[in-house]
């Protein structure tokens, strides 16, 4: 385990297996061949980048357990050629994510984070707040944690939009969504969530001119990838008053270095933690022990994301 990463399926896994933890091996890009030197199974979040070079150095690796749903840190091509076994636990933090994407929307529509500070100090400014109630939700993106988004904002009687290109239009309107072009979803949100992965196509995706088309007082929320928002745009784009305000969970550089966003106070910032509760790290973890169990004795992985789902010879 070269991450922070642990729960009562991996104390079980250790009775029966050498499991050894070096939660800041990722800062060790360079020495991460030594440490995995007879390794057969690594455990990662997603800072450990498992790219081409590390894979082929590492002969004796079955099986790559991501403790997450992001795989661009994962060379999952490579994976597959060199007959490596890549699972994750996809779905398994989706409640997670969409109960702290929720709780970001109200603290910014709200104004909790100031008004904390504020009355901390004594001071007692009842400023009004807005309703997300009878509005319209759009997310970027319409996987599992997008769904379970969805589910939430339904039940404050929102409206949802949804643009994703790559998820067919029937499963929008089965969840009771609305499935839309990407300027339409902008363009009609009043809370706009980014829920997409990090790809060559999506990196950069929110920056000058589709913050330009949102609502002066929409709210944008991210929880996707860091990369994925133009922070200087975005910077720009707040003070400007339009959207009206953003909260991030994921950051273009993690930890960040601080700048104008830290400054605002139409801003919320958590340090990726949507994902993270207590419940679903127990999740998390008995499926990653369960697939690495399995894989090491000869069987097949449930949560394979390549085409590889059994160890090599």
Known sequence: MTEDVWGPAFDALARDLTVRVEADGWRRQGELPGLLAGVRALVVRNRTRVDRELLEKCGSLRVVARAGVGLDNIDVDAANEL???????????????????????????????????????????????RELSGRTWGLLGFGATARAVARLARALSMTVLAYDPYVPAADAVTAGVTPAG?????????????????????????????????????????????DLVDEDALADALVAGRPGGAALDVRASEPPVPGRLETLDNVVLSPHVAGITAESQHRIADVLATDIRA??????????V????????
């Open 83 to 129: 007959g490596v076994v890549v699972v994750a636990p996809l779905g398994a933090n989706a409640v997670s994510v969409a109960e702290h994407t929720l709780g970001l929307a109200l603290a910014v529509a709200r104004r909790t984070v100031p008004l904390d500070r504020e009355t901390r100090s004594g001071g007692w400014r009842r400023t009004p707040g």
């Open 306 to 313: 390549g085409t590889v789902k059994e160890a090599k010879p």
């Open 182 to 226: 990407l300027d339409e979803v902008v363009a009609g949100a009043d809370v706009l969530s980014v829920h997409l992965p990090a790809t060559a196509e999506t990196r950069g995706l929110v920056g000058a001119e589709l913050l330009a088309r949102m609502k002066p007082d929409a709210i944008l929320v991210n929880v996707g990838r860091g």
């Open 295 to 304: 894989v090491l004795s000869g069987a097949p992985a449930r949560a394979a």
